[in-house]
């Protein structure tokens, strides 16, 4: 949803029910299993469910009221799609203004469908961002092969190796230049898995321009122009919400309007 999590309304008082509030960041938790457009914003929320105050409590309200606002929305999976696999990868450093960790998020698509999207927080203080980017990177890099793996098992075929966008050049160039290698050993492991699937062919990194960097909206707040504009990239639409029967037409449902028996009044 569009807002900034980096300005609370100005509510410190602790929220009287804490487990009220659990039990509905608990619920928001299961929809982002089909809504990735609620990713970064649940995530802010679970940070705070030990000691949570009224203005967490109005977050988790105005999530519930964008949920109730888009109820038709639905992911769309388009059966007519190419199995290309990428992935998009990106990290909003330092963006914690408590702990001053970095948020990392990715998606990873199949075509054009959005198979898989994760949000959280580094569980570590990157002091670079390239290190925030990098970390990122290693953890859509683990995704698109473990995805590799199960259509591989599934016997489907990839045209290509998977791609990995990223709108950082300095996480970009450690992932084929060795000279990097010295002034990052505290990243080494990371290093070492994403390099050596470029290395070995079975990874490959693009560079994307951040205004086109779909992961944005796992990481940080955005405007309700670019959320939305990042939501429909997302194949998140309304949905027809068909019934047992499947969906039918506007003149289908008129023609079945028309023949029911209308009542009549009767005078007395």
């Known amino acids: 949803m569009p807002s900034n999590g980096r300005q609370l309304p100005i509510n410190n008082d602790l929220y009287p029910d804490p487990t009220h509030y659990r039990s509905l960041v608990g619920g928001l938790q299961y929809l982002t299993f089909t809504r990735p457009d609620l990713s970064y914003s649940v995530n802010f929320v679970c940070q705070f469910m030990h000691a949570p105050t009224m203005a ?64 959280k927080k580094q569980s570590t203080v990157s002091r670079p961002s390239a290190e925030a980017e990098y970390r990122s990177m290693a953890s859509t890099a683990a995704e698109l092969t473990w995805l590799s793996f199960l259509l591989r098992d599934l016997g489907i075929a990839l045209p290509c190796p998977p791609i990995l966008h990223c709108d950082n050049l300095s996480a970009l160039y450690m992932t084929v230049n060795l000279v990097f290698h010295g002034r990052t050993k505290h990243i080494e492991l990371d290093y070492h ?7 070995l062919g079975s990874l490959e990194t693009r560079f994307v321009p951040s205004n086109h960097q779909l992961a944005n909206i796992f990481t940080k707040p955005l405007s309700k122009v670019a959320f939305r504009e990042l939501r429909n990239k997302l194949s998140l639409c309304l949905d027809p919400r068909p019934g047992l029967r499947g969906s039918k037409s506007a003149a289908e449902n008129q023609e079945e309007s028309n023949s029911r028996p209308k009542s009549t009044k009767v005078d007395n």
């Open 56 to 119: 967490h409590y109005q977050l988790v309200k105005r999530i519930l009221r964008y949920v109730n606002g888009t109820a038709h929305f639905g992911l769309q999976i388009l059966a007519s799609s190419t199995l290309d696999l990428y992935g998009f990868s990106d990290a909003d450093w330092a963006g914690c203004s408590i702990s001053r960790r970095s948020t990392i998020g990715f998606c990873t698509f199949l075509g054009s469908n959005c198979i898989s999207w994760s949000a």
């Open 193 to 199: 898995y994403v390099h050596e699937k470029v290395v």
